[in-house]
């Protein structure tokens, strides 16, 4: 099967089906042959002519993309956070503005905007490297998500494996859905957010992240 033995994701993670040590994240592996003869339907579908000189690599391509753009599917998440550092910081980690591009499960069109993460590290050597947190919000993305999950699927996943004394994940996006069809309201931004120990229980430290988030320009 096409897709088996490469890494699909670009960050140096085998698929799964490959690497038995990983664990499982949804089922096996892309099948492109799949993909291809579905894109190909949908042009048929559509009176376009697959045949044509400019269609005619277009299904092959098409699959690849998605292949590329679900490999949240065939990736665990959570194993980016694997590696931790030993460092006794107990005040609050934010990164800001971390890009992020998903499709949404309702129409398949794309969703984008920013990321925000924070976590207030447990003090026992539980702090992850500053690109970790981009690469989980990229993989929790690449699948077809709502932006409610992929927020709190995030929040949980460094909840999970840092066990930190607080975490904070603020999404912000635009979805295409919403811009280029159906009720065609180009600019609507949506925000979510998740918070998790003392971010939800503790309104003062819940601010002052909120604040960090809100005046970073
Ligand atoms: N809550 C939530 N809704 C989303 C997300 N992405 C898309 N949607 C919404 O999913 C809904 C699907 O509504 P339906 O009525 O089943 O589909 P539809 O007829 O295509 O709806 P319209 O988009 O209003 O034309 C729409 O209101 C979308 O705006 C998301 O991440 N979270
Ligand atoms: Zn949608």
Redesign the pocket.
């Known amino acids: 099967m096409i897709g088996e033995g490469r890494d699909v994701t670009g960050n140096g993670h085998s698929p799964l089906g490959v690497d038995a040590e990983l664990p499982r994240a949804g089922h096996a592996v892309f099948d492109q042959e799949r993909a291809e003869r579905a894109i190909r339907e949908l042009l048929l579908a559509c009176g376009e002519d697959p045949e044509r000189d400019g269609l005619r690599e277009t299904p092959a391509r098409v699959a690849r993309a998605y292949r590329e753009m679900f490999a949240g599917l065939y990736t665990e998440p959570d194993h980016v956070l694997d590696r931790t550092f030993d460092e006794s910081h107990e005040e609050l980690v934010l990164v800001t503005d971390i890009p992020m591009f998903s499709l ?4 398949l069109t794309p ?1 984008h905007g920013v990321a925000h993460i924070g976590y207030i590290p447990n003090g026992q050597g539980k702090v992850t490297g500053l690109s970790k947190l981009a690469r989980l919000v990229d993989l929790y993305a690449k699948r077809p ?6 927020t709190s699927q995030v929040a949980d996943a460094l909840n999970r494996k840092l066990r930190p004394r607080g975490v904070i994940v603020v999404i912000e ?1 635009e ?1 295409l ?2 811009s280029m ?3 065609r309201k180009p600019g609507a931004r ?1 925000t ?1 957010s998740a918070v998790r120990g003392l971010l939800q229980t503790s309104a003062s430290s819940r601010a002052e992240a909120l604040q960090l988030i809100k005046g970073r320009r």
Not at 104 to 107: D, F
């Open positions: 949404c499960e309702h129409h969703f998500q709502v932006q409610e999950r992929l996006a979805h859905c919403m069809r159906g009720v949506t979510t």
